[in-house]
C-alpha cells in the first residue's frame, strides 16, 4: 500500500532507495500499527532493523522478497523490537526451501553488544541451526561508541551511535553509496547530543515519538532535534496511537521542515 506525496515528504514503491515503515506503534501495538520496524531499500534489496511482528507477511504486502535481505539490524533488546525475530528467521528458512533457494551465504545479524548476546540466546532456544539445510546465522557486535562503522555493502555504508534509554541501544545513519542521501533512524531515546550528530544534515530523519522522559522523546523534541541537527524532513514513528492526531502540530511548533506521521506499510523515498 503506497499514500501520495503528502506534506513535501514523497512516498514511493520500494524498488528505489527507499525506507518501508513496517510498524509505527511505540511499545503497545493495536489493530491499525504494529510495533516499530522497517527495511531500508536499494533495489529490492532490504536491511531490516529491529524485527517485531510477522515481518514475511508485512514485506510481501508492501511488494519485497523476504529473501533478498542484505542483514538484520537489532538496535536494542526491548521485546517490541525483536520479537519477531523466531518466526522472521523461520520464514526464511521456510521460503528458500519451498522456493528452493537455500541461502548459502550467512544472516548477518547486528546488535548491541548486549543486546546480541540475548539475541543470540533467543535464537538458540528454537535449536534452528539443527534443522535441515538451515542457513547460518552470523553475529556482529555493535560497540557502544558514537561514529562505529557497523558494515557497508554495495548500497549503503551503515554507522550507529549510542543513544539514552534504559538499556543498550543505538541509533543508525544509512548513506546511499550511489546518491549520497542520508537516512538516520533514532530507535529508542530521549533527546540526545548523540543522535543529534549523528542526524546532522540527514535527507531524512526517522525519530521516535512516544512521549517525553523515561528515556523516550516527545514529538515536539523530536522537531527540536531535527532542527538542531539540520535534517530536510522528519517522519515520526513509534507513537502511541491516542496521541497520533497531535504529534504533527507539536513537531511543527519546534521544526520548520517538512514532518509526517509515518503510517504502517508505507514506503517514503530518501
Ligand atoms: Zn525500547
Redesign the pocket.
Known amino acids: 500500500m503506497f499514500v501520495s506525496a503528502e506534506n513535501g515528504i514523497q512516498s514511493s514503491s520500494p524498488s528505489e532507495t527507499s525506507v518501508v515503515i513496517l510498524g509505527t506503534a511505540a511499545a503497545l501495538a493495536d489493530f491499525e500499527h504494529a510495533n516499530t520496524y522497517l527495511a531500508v531499500v536499494r533495489q529490492g534489496r532490504y536491511w531490516l532493523v529491529d524485527c517485531a511482528d510477522s515481518p514475511i507477511g508485512r514485506l510481501q504486502q508492501v511488494g519485497l522478497d523476504p529473501l533478498a535481505v542484505s542483514g538484520l539490524i537489532i538496535t ?1 533488546f ?1 521485546p ?2 525483536v520479537f519477531g525475530l523466531p518466526i522472521y528467521l523461520m520464514g526464511l528458512y521456510l521460503l528458500g526451501f519451498f522456493k528452493k533457494r537455500v541461502r548459502r551465504e550467512p544472516l548477518a545479524i547486528y546488535a548491541p553488544v548486549e543486546a546480541l548476546q540475548l539475541v543470540r540466546a533467543m535464537v538458540g532456544l528454537f535449536q534452528m541451526q539443527s534443522w535441515t539445510d538451515m542457513f547460518s546465522v552470523e553475529y556482529h557486535p555493535i560497540e557502544s561508541r558514537p561514529g562505529w562503522v557497523v558494515t557497508e555493502d554495495a548500497d549503503f555504508s551503515i554507522v550507529s551511535t549510542p543513544t539514552h ?3 543498550s ?1 543505538i541509533a543508525l545513519r544509512f548513506l546511499a553509496k550511489d546518491t549520497g542521501h542520508s537516512l538516520v533512524y533514532s530507535s ?1 531515546t530521549a533527546p540526545c547530543p548523540e543522535v543529534e550528530a549523528l542526524a546532522w544534515g540527514a535527507d531524512l530523519l526517522i525519530h521516535e515519538a512516544s512521549g517525553a522522559g523515561f528515556g523516550h522523546t516527545s514529538a515536539a523534541e523530536a522537531g527540536a532535534v531535527a532542527a538542531r541537527a539540520n535534517a530536510a524532513r522528519l517522519l515520526l514513528v513509534h507513537y502511541f496511537a491516542d496521541a497520533k492526531s497531535r504529534l504533527l502540530a507539536e513537531a511543527q511548533r519546534s521544526y520548520s521542515g517538512p514532518v509526517q506521521i509515518a503510517e504502517d506499510l508505507t514506503t517514503y523515498a530518501w
Open positions: 536494542h526491548h517490541d523490537h534509554h534504559s538499556v541501544s529508542d
